[in-house]
C-alpha cells in the first residue's frame, strides 16, 4: 500500500488582519490559523493519488497546540491521521532546523513511507526551503515546484516549468514532492468528514523528547540564522496627501499632475479652464 | 606567501543568460562587500562549453572562477551541481555565497546549505557587512510589513538568496581580467536519482507588464472582483497595464500572470497608480524602479502610502471611477 505523508503549515490569515493604527503594522497575534494554501494543493494532490492508486494519508504539522485545526481540517478532507509536532522548544526555528525536526519525526511516525508531498512555500515566511532541504535530511530524491504529478508502479512522473523551460522528471519511491498552489483546485469540506473529523480523529501528539530529538538542534538555538533587528522600511518620506470627495480629489490630482501623467500615457490632459 | 583571500562567491547560473541577469547583479553587489571585508568575488561555474559566460563574469567583476566544465554537466541537474558545490565550499571554505533566486538556485541554495550546515536567508532585499564582518541579510519578514536583519554569526559560509532586479549590475569591461581555477569533475560521480525524461523550452512570453510605463495595479482594499475589474478599464484610457496582489490573485480576482512581486513579475513605470494596496515588501520590492507613485487607500499608514509621492486618502474604487470619468472628459 501507497504510504503519503503530508506536510502542512498553519498559517496566520494576514489577508484579514486589522492594522496598528499606530504603527502601521498588522496585528499579527489577532490572526485567525489557516492552512497554508499550497499546503492545501499538496493534500490535493495526495487525495488524488490516493483515489486512482489506493493508500494511506498522514498529515504532519508542527507548531503550536492550536496547530492541531489544521490536521482535523485535513481529516476531514481524506487524510487517514495526523501528526501534530509540538513543543515550546521546537520554536523560533529556522528552516535547516525545521526540516531536520520534520523529517525525523516522519521516519519516525511513517516508518516505510513511500511519499513525502508538501506546499512549496508558506504564505507566510515563504522562503520555500524547507521541501528541498527535507529531500536533503531524508536522503531521497526530491523535486521542487511541481505542476504535475502522476504514480505509477513505484515512480512518480511530474512536470514543472522553471526558468522557461518545461521539464518533465521521474524518480523512485521514496522521494518527496514540493507543489506549486493553484493547480488543484480546492475542495469544500464534506460534512461527514467534518463530523469525522471532530468525533474520533486519529491524531498523534509527539514533543521533541518522544521524537527523540537533540535539545541542542531544535528551535532557535539548534539554528544558524539569527534576528540581529526589525524595522520598517517605509521611514521618512515626504508626500503629498490628498483627501476629501473622489471627485475633488482627482480634480485637483490632475490641476498638479496633469503634464506629468500626460507626459507618461503621450497625450495632453489639459483642459480649458473656461471650457465647462 | 601571501596569506589566501576571503572568497565571497556567487552561483554562476547562465540558463537563459539574456533573460536572466541575476548572477551579474550579485557579482556586482559582490564587489562593493568585497571592499569591507577585504575579500575576492569568485563565480562558480557548473556546465559544458561555458567559456562565453565565463568571459562574461569576468568582465562583469569577478576576479576568480571556480570552473567545472565536463560533457556530464551539460544539463543542470540539482544533485550532481549541490554535490559539486558542496566539495568545492568544503575545500575552499567561502566566507559568502549568493545564490540567485531563480528556481533552480532557490531549490540549489537551501540543498548546499543543508549538507555544509549553514544558515541561508532566501529573497534578500538588501545585503551588507556590519561591524564585526559579518553580512547583514535584509529580508521581508512578518507578511513583508517590516524588513528582518539576519546574521549567520558562527557558521560559514553565510548564505542568501537575492531576487533577479534587487541590485544593479555594473557595466560589462572586457579588459577586466580574471583567473579560472579548473576543478575536475569527482571520479565515481552518482547518477541524479532523478531523471530528465524530456526537456522543452517555453516559448518567450511577451514582456508587457514588465515593460509598461504606466502601470495600474490593485490590492484587496479595492472589495470585490467586479471593482477590481474597472481597473482594465482605467488602464486601457493611460495606454497601460493591470498589475495585482497576491491575495488578489488567491482570490481570483486576477491572473497570476498579474503578479507584481517578488514571486511574480518586477515592474519599472514612469507612473504606478496603486490601489487599495497595503504594501507587503513582497510587493513594493518589485516596484523599487516605479519613477512616480500615486497610492489610493483608506488607510494613511499603509506601506504603499508612505512610499507614494502622492498619497490619496479614500476609497480606491470610488477614485478609479472618478479617474476613468475625469480621464474620458479630458482624453479628446
Known sequence: MLKMVVCIKQVPMVSELPWDPATGTLQRDLAEGMMNPACRSALDAALRI???????????????????????????????????????????????????????????????????????STSDSETAQVGPQLAEELDIPGVAYVDEIEVSEGAV????????????????????????AGLYAPRHVPLGGLQAAFAAANIVSLDAAAVGLDPEWIGAKGSATKIRNVYSPTAGKKNIVLTGAPKRIVEQLFERFDDKIGGAIGKDLKTDKNSK | MIAKKRGIWVFGDYRNYFQNRVTLQLLSRAKDLATKIDAEVCAVVFGHQVDEWVGEYIAHGAEKIYLTDHPQLAVYSMETYTLLMERLARQEKPEIILVGATAFGREFAPRVAKR?????????????????????????????????????????????????????????????????????LPEHLPVDRVRLVRLERCPQREQKLEDARVVVCGGRGLGSKKKFAKLFELAELLGGEV??????????????????GQAGKPIRPQILFSFGISGAIQHTAACNDAKFIIAVN????????????VAIMADASQICNALIQELKRRIR
Not at chain 2, 559579518?134 to 557558521?155: C, K
Not at chain 2, 498589475?243 to 481570483?252: I, K, L, N, S
Not at chain 2, 483608506?298 to 509621492?309: F, G, I, S, Y
Request: proline letters at 6%; glycine letters at 10%; charged letters at 25%.
Open chain 2, 116 to 184: 555544509l550546515g549553514t544558515g541561508l536567508t532566501a529573497d534578500c532585499i538588501g545585503l551588507d557587512i556590519d561591524k564585526e564582518g559579518l553580512l547583514l541579510q535584509m529580508a521581508p519578514s512578518f507578511g513583508g510589513n517590516l524588513v528582518a536583519e539576519i546574521v549567520t554569526p558562527e557558521r560559514r559560509p553565510q548564505m542568501a538568496t537575492v531576487r533577479p532586479g534587487t541590485f544593479q549590475e555594473i557595466p560589462h569591461d572586457y579588459i577586466r581580467t580574471g583567473e579560472v581555477v579548473k576543478v575536475p
Open chain 1, 50 to 120: 490516493k483515489e486512482t492508486e489506493g493508500g494511506e494519508i498522514t498529515a504532519i504539522t508542527m507548531g503550536p497546540p492550536m496547530a492541531e485545526e489544521v490536521l482535523r481540517e485535513a481529516i476531514a478532507l481524506g487524510a487517514d491521521r495526523g501528526v501534530l509536532l509540538t513543543d515550546r522548544k521546537m520554536a523560533g526555528a529556522d528552516t535547516s532546523v525545521t526540516s531536520h525536526t520534520l523529517a525525523r519525526a516522519i521516519e519516525k511516525a511513517c516508518p516505510g513511507f513511500d511519499l513525502v508531498l508538501c506546499g512549496f
Open chain 2, 243 to 260: 498589475g495585482a496582489t497576491r491575495p488578489v490573485v488567491y482570490a481570483d480576482w486576477a491572473e497570476h500572470e498579474a503578479l507584481v
Open chain 1, 157 to 180: 512522473r511530474m512536470r514543472r516549468i522553471s526558468d522557461h523551460f518545461l521539464e518533465t522528471l521521474e524518480m523512485d519511491l521514496p522521494g518527496i514532492v514540493t507543489v506549486t
Open chain 2, 298 to 309: 483608506k488607510n494613511p499608514n499603509a506601506a504603499m502610502m508612505k512610499r507614494a509621492d
